[in-house]
């Protein structure tokens, strides 16, 4: 880990327990860097948070720190306009009796120390089986929709992206991963049953475990792996104190992805300030594959792949090769087998 990604782990653990970052004093270009790297991990704003509470000498020059200030509004805007779009979808198609489930990382946004500062690029909606229903309503009603992809509609809503999903996880192939679909839906009935709210936010449970399993696939099957953010997000998740954590760790085992979960929370314990306590039910990874893991959510870069031509599954396999040995204790299986040849 080099200095610029220590300190930002330094600032993320000082904006989540609010604290005052113990971090190193960096010259100007450091600074740049690190507001560059903030930017490509998607966590901005958060760190914005914990520089506010520096005393002046480590704070960043002025230019960069309003620059910085500016970064964290925008992403504040951001988020109402999403909240905005939100209630112009339920506005019309709550004549029809329907309604929504926020999920994915926007339904996350309120165990944030600051909700408005976690970015979202788009929002994730679910609608209990009437997803077809709400295209139609909403591309009567003048939004823009587009179809290209079988898993989710994208509706843009003045400027908004808002995917309405047909279902939680795309599992055509794999028989855990339907079962874990039964799971998600079911917990989605019995969140709509206990709540007269119109725009739901899910189970704790429910929403833990799709974290999970939406998490190691984007490390698993995404070739750009996964953000600070979604350490973010599970360090968010697990201090709110909303999970019955016997039961998920009962749920991590039986839905295997308990080896996952570990990974994320060790490194969460270690590196934002999670309570050790955690370690107990997520027991500590072996250390090779922790440190490979670490290295692929550090290194990472926005690299848009060639999905489903015959570039995309070899820039796919180089990586899979690569890092082999922490796939298949992540994900339990032979993941070159899997991916090319069980299907």
Not at 78 to 90: C, G, R
Not at 286 to 306: G, N, R, T, W
Request: charged fraction near 30%; charge should be positive.
């Amino acid at each position: 880990m080099d200095k610029i990604q220590k300190n930002i782990f330094s600032l993320l653990k000082s904006a989540f327990s609010g604290s005052v970052s113990d971090m190193d004093k960096l010259s100007a270009e450091e600074w740049e860097r690190l507001y560059d790297y903030s930017k490509d991990q998607s966590v901005t704003a958060v760190c914005y948070e914990a520089i506010t509470m520096l005393p002046e000498e480590l704070q960043p020059p002025r230019p960069l720190l309003f620059q910085w200030a500016m970064f964290s509004k925008k992403t504040e805007n951001a988020m109402a306009m999403q909240k905005q779009a939100v209630s112009k979808i339920l506005q019309i198609v709550d004549t029809e009796g329907i309604r929504l489930q926020i999920i994915k990382g926007f339904s996350l946004a309120k165990h944030y120390p600051k909700p408005n500062h976690r970015f979202s690029g788009d929002v994730d909606i679910y609608c209990f089986g009437d997803s077809e229903k709400v295209d139609k309503l909403m591309e009567k009603n003048g939004a823009e929709i587009n179809y290209s992809n079988s898993r989710h509609s994208m509706i843009n809503v003045d400027g908004v992206k808002i995917e309405n999903h047909r279902y939680f996880l795309y599992a055509r192939h794999d028989a855990e991963e339907k079962e874990l679909e039964v799971f998600l839906q079911n917990e989605a009935e019995i969140c709509r049953k206990r709540s007269d709210k119109k725009v739901l936010s899910g189970t704790p449970i429910g929403n833990a475990v799709f974290f999970l399993k939406h998490a190691e696939k984007d490390f698993v099957f995404n070739r750009q792996n996964i953000k600070l953010r979604m350490l973010c997000d599970w360090t968010a998740l697990l201090k709110s104190g909303e999970l019955d954590y016997e039961e998920l760790n009962h749920i991590k085992k039986e839905k295997t992805i308990d080896r996952f979960a570990d990974a994320i929370t060790t490194i969460c314990v270690n590196l934002l300030g999670l309570s050790p306590v955690f370690l107990d039910m997520f027991p500590s990874v072996d250390k090779k594959v922790l440190d490979d893991f670490m290295k692929m959510i550090l290194d990472y870069q926005h690299q848009v792949e060639a999905r489903g031509t015959f570039k995309g599954k070899i820039q796919r396999l180089f990586k899979y090769i690569k890092h082999y040995k922490t796939y298949k204790y992540i994900f339990g299986k032979n993941i070159i087998n899997w991916y090319y040849f069980s299907k």
